[in-house]
């Protein structure tokens, strides 16, 4: 196969690196001016200015694609979703909007519950079909790689089915999926109280045969007061650490109860949410270089304070943007409204925000040699936005202005032009 050369980006976004940025380095896009990208079998082989390629690569064969001065930047990773899932619970959030808080349904047998109810009930076939019109979605907004979780099963064969769900989208759909275990994301109604019990059965049942088919790349939990606590958390993640699962958790989302704490103590790859996170877990996730996923489109849905984003850059945090799409407490992928958020509402920068959602989500999927920048050895997700610099993302407020994307060298989607 000829080689793909991407010519004329007025700014090549490079995002270099294999590990997560921190501090100031966030804020920095490694940008090209007039940059060129040149791929070889899904492979990133180098950049430079286009007059360099276009000069090195004379009187080889390739196909150009100009990306006439606009901007070109690595594509965007998802690295927190729950996008496997039957039913809808439109009728929640139409009580939540009266005033009903997302833990209170939840109690009352509602919530993750209702959606384990559908899923259960979907057929693989059925979840199939609706994970790719998802996927669709994501892909016309950038997502290149999403992570996806299983969690609306609860039980052994409907935690395998969500999970058998999100490997078979490998090859069907050009959106990469790396897929998450979280068998512990509610407790189900046959454990109702028994939280703890509930924990060994995932440990003894469940997790072994994820592991022995290697369903999952992570293990997850909702370590949440209420849900699963600091302890039963950590006998779980450990658990799956013997088994080669790597650890994720939703952490500190409604109360603080510790799960940032836990995290850096077991090293986990990323905590999530972190709405109500310490100080002390700021610090020892700094020092554990933990990644903090925060998820401003769910603090907006369900209309709580956001996400400390700020000073956890400032005190070394690597930070991660992600959507967090689900069914219960934040119905959207929606990357624009992401951006939006993050830079009126975190005060993250533009370039902060760009680094969050592409080198520091690879390395919140554990990903970060392989994807997340563009750079040579890495894989080429890339995308070409219609203006000519990263400052017209946030800009658009909650517009997708992506015109182009590019998976493992390949256009698999370009913006439909109006008439
Ligand atoms: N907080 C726990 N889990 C999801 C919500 C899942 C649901 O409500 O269906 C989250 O990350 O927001
Ligand atoms: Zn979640």
Avoid at 106 to 117: D, P, S
Avoid at 238 to 247: D, E, F, H, N, V
Wanted: proline share 3%; hydrophobic share 45%; aromatic share 6%.
């Amino acid at each position: 196969m000829k080689r793909l050369v991407i010519t004329h980006a007025a700014e090549l976004i490079t995002c270099q690196g294999c590990a997560p940025k921190t501090g100031l380095a966030m804020s920095q896009l490694d940008i090209i001016e007039d940059g060129a990208v040149v791929i070889e079998d899904g492979i990133i082989e180098r950049t430079g200015s286009t007059e360099q390629i276009v000069a090195a690569l004379k009187g080889t064969e390739y196909v150009t694609l100009d990306a006439g001065g606009k901007c070109v930047l690595p594509g965007f990773i998802d690295s927190h979703n729950h996008f496997v899932f039957g039913g809808y619970r439109a009728e929640e959030f139409s009580w939540r909007l009266k005033g009903d808080s997302y833990m209170a349904i939840m109690e009352r047998g509602g919530g993750i519950a209702n959606t384990v109810r559908a899923t259960r009930q979907a057929s693989r076939e059925e979840l199939t079909e609706l994970a790719k019109t998802r996927l669709d979605d994501m892909l016309a907004m950038g997502i290149t790689t999403v992570e996806g979780k299983s969690g609306y099963g609860l039980d052994l064969d409907t935690e395998i089915k969500q999970l058998e769900v999100l490997n078979d989208l490998a090859g069907q759909h050009p959106v990469e999926v790396i897929p998450t275990f979280l068998g512990a994301h509610a407790v189900p109604s046959e454990y109702q109280g028994h939280s703890g019990e509930f924990i060994d059965f995932l440990i003894e049942k469940v997790l072994p045969v994820v592991a022995e088919r290697n369903l999952a790349k992570f293990c997850d939990v909702f370590c949440e007061k209420g849900v699963f606590s600091v302890d039963e958390s950590r006998k779980l993640l450990l658990a799956a650490q013997k088994l080669g699962l790597k650890s994720k958790l939703h952490a500190d989302e409604i109360v603080q109860l510790g799960g940032s704490e836990l995290a850096a103590e077991i090293g986990a790859v990323s905590a999530d949410h972190l709405l109500h996170i310490s100080d002390m877990g700021i610090a020892q996730m700094a020092e554990k270089n933990v990644v903090a996923t925060l998820l401003p489109a769910t603090a907006f849905s369900l209309r709580e304070p956001y996400a400390r984003g700020r000073e956890m850059i400032d005190r070394g945090v690597p930070v991660a943007l992600a959507s967090d799409f689900n069914p219960g407490s934040c119905f959207t992928q929606s990357i624009p409204l992401i951006i939006a958020l993050a830079a009126l509402n975190m005060k993250m920068s533009p370039a902060e925000i760009i680094t969050a959602l592409t080198i520091n989500a690879a390395a919140a999927i554990d990903s970060a040699d392989r994807l997340g920048s563009i750079e040579a050895g890495k894989q080429a997700d890339i995308l070409i936005l219609e203006y000519p610099s990263h400052l017209y993302l946030p800009y658009h407020i909650g517009m997708n202005i992506v015109e182009t994307v590019v998976k493992k060298g390949k256009v698999v989607w370009t913006k439909k032009k109006g008439t």
